[in-house]
C-alpha cells in the first residue's frame, strides 16, 4: 500500500465535502482533513493502517486516495459541555459572593 503514497489521484473528489453551514468545525462533524489532497472529507474515503475502512472508531487515518495520513480528530461527544443552564450559573455566582 505505500504505492502511490503521497499521489493525489482524484479520488479524494469524489468524498469531498463542503463546509458546515452553520460554521461548526470541520472535524466535529466527522469530516477529516488531508492535506496532499487539499480536500475537506468525509471519513468513508479513509482506511485505517490495516487496510480496513475507517469507521467511527478509526483514530489514524489514511486518506484512500493518496495513502497519507490525514487529521481527524479524538472523538468527544457533543452537548456535554456548556450544558449549564442560566440557573446554575446564577447559583454559582451567589455561592461566590457568600465567601
Ligand atoms: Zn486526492
Ligand atoms: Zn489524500
Redesign the pocket.
Known amino acids: 500500500m505505500n504505492k502511490d503514497k503521497g499521489i493525489?489521484k482524484g479520488q479524494?473528489k469524489e468524498h469531498k465535502v463542503r463546509k458546515p453551514r452553520d460554521g461548526s468545525s470541520r472535524y466535529l462533524s466527522g469530516q477529516v482533513r488531508?492535506q496532499?489532497?487539499g480536500v475537506f472529507m468525509s471519513r468513508e474515503a479513509c482506511h485505517d493502517r490495516e487496510d480496513r475502512p475507517a469507521t467511527e472508531d478509526t483514530i489514524d487515518l489514511y486518506?484512500n486516495?493518496?495513502n497519507?495520513m490525514?487529521r481527524s480528530r479524538p472523538r468527544n461527544k457533543p452537548g456535554i459541555k456548556s450544558n449549564k443552564t442560566q440557573e446554575e450559573y446564577d447559583q454559582l455566582k451567589e455561592l461566590r459572593k457568600k465567601y
Open positions: 493525489c479524494c488531508c496532499i489532497c486518506c486516495c493518496c497519507c490525514v
